[in-house]
């Protein structure tokens, strides 16, 4: 697949929205749900949020995750699925909505970061759009670092250089309790029957890096060059915008074909 710049401006155009004003009706939310987000004041401006709608045609799927601590919005996660009639929900926790009065209309609750004292490195999930670590070591088949069950890392340094330790990964079931409370180091945390869901799409019979379904020409949002290797990356942008190299050429990297959004509606 050739990525040019016409592609990409295509398909970033912005969309209108048939409803001029934000109200929830319910605290059970939707796609349109996020469609509509940008209608909403609680929104915080500050951070990027792009709606399914203007999603590029380079990605299969978009992973959203509202980091906020209150909220209706607060610690869940959505994961779409591009189809030929518009995005669906691409998974969800049954086992979660069992018994609950509607259908499943965002995939399960999540963890993000908060600060615990003493600890410099922890903190609320860094919020922006990105994409996922493509690199083979950043993403695990079982258990890593303790607590962390296959985890996939987001593609993000931090302005030093150094490799963000920001990933999704299914946790203890200790911890399953505090799930749609803010309570990670930074990381997004989850059942782990929901991470196995989410290893599945991405590595299907085990299939990893070029050989997942889930792989092509996508953006990248660093200027340097990309590579397999696990040397820091520089001069990131967190915001979604197009990066080009001085001839005008788009910045493109091989990667899985999902694009992660953490935002935040708990401003108002």
Sequence with gaps: MSLNRRFFLAGSAATALATPTFAVTSPH????????????????????????????PAYSHVIYVDASTRGIGQQKMWVLERG?????LAMSDQGYWDGKPNEASYSWPVS???????????????????????RTARYRTGW?????????YIDLHYSSGRASGIAMHGTT?????????????????MRQANMDQLWGILHPNGARGEAS???GEVPRYFTSA??????????YVRDGQLLYDDAGNL?????YTVLFNVFRTDVA
């Design 29 to 56: 939310l939707d796609i349109d749900y996020l469609e509509r987000l940008p209608e909403n004041p609680a929104l915080n401006r500050d951070h990027a949020f792009i709606p399914p709608s203007q999603v590029h």
């Design 84 to 88: 030929a009639a518009g995005w669906d």
């Design 112 to 134: 993000t970061g908060r600060h615990y004292q003493g600890d410099n490195r922890s903190g609320p999930t860094i919020p922006g759009i990105f994409n996922l670590d493509e």
């Design 144 to 152: 890593g670092s303790p607590g962390m069950y296959k985890a996939v």
């Design 173 to 189: 079931q200790s911890k399953y309790h505090r799930l749609g409370a803010a309570d990670s180091h930074g990381c997004v945390r």
């Design 213 to 215: 379904p889930l792989w």
């Design 226 to 235: 990309a590579s397999d290797r696990f040397a820091a990356r520089w001069n």
């Design 251 to 255: 910045r493109t990297k091989m990667g």
